[in-house]
């Protein structure tokens, strides 16, 4: 059995994105299940499985589709059980759902802010196109008079962290003294920054950076398949 992941890529294949998806490849690696990465352009993703969905990631696994970064990992969960577990229990599964929603809401809005021009110059021309229109009409500026406020956002990025900050007091990682999918929620953010924008914001002996580069190094290292911008 084929299992294909669909994720999000620019001009260059060999560098795919999204946060969201991957979330999902750390979730398949933790559950330690084979896949085909199959990256696809914004304005590409549509005519994915006959229309299936307008976003990435979508997981194919055998006759299953699934869209949506968190339904696939409930589904890997439920699916897998033998395997290594991604919530820990329901009380995972909520503490996740927090983060994911604080990720969403605060880190994601900051790396737009951070990384949107450098997105659009990774995508191809057709691509920019779709994106730049899509951009300005829900940020309300242009990717330009975005840039230009880029490094006041860059300054004032690491201090929206301060609350993972302090539960790394007491464990390696969000989810204990091992990783769980809440981790990759917010590995994904970072990764997503790193990918596209390349942007040093935490100090070298910052609890974030060091949890960060443990991230990278998880499941044979597979964040550091891409390297950063």
Known sequence: MTRILYSLCGADESRPFSPHCWKVVQ???????????????????????????????????????????????????????????????????????????FSQMVVHTAI??????????????????????????????TLEEMEASRQAEIDGFAPKLEPIRHALKYHDFIGGDGPLFVDYILFGALQWMRITAGTKVFSDDDPVRLWFERCLDLHNGVGRSVTAA
Do not use: C
């Open 27 to 101: 979730a398949l690696a933790h559950k330690g299940l084979d896949f085909i990465e199959k990256p696809t352009p914004f304005t590409e993703i549509p005519s994915l499985e006959g229309g299936f969905s307008k976003t990435v990631p979508i997981l194919r696994d055998g006759n299953e589709l699934i869209r949506d970064s968190f339904e696939i990992a409930l589904y890997l969960e439920e699916t897998y059980p033998d395997r290594p577990t991604l919530f820990g229990g329901p009380a995972g599964k909520a503490l996740a759902r927090f983060v994911e929603g």
């Open 112 to 141: 737009t802010k951070i990384a949107v021009k450098n997105i659009h110059d990774m995508l191809g021309e057709t691509d920019q196109v779709y994106f730049r229109a899509s951009r300005e009409a829900r940020l309300g500026r």
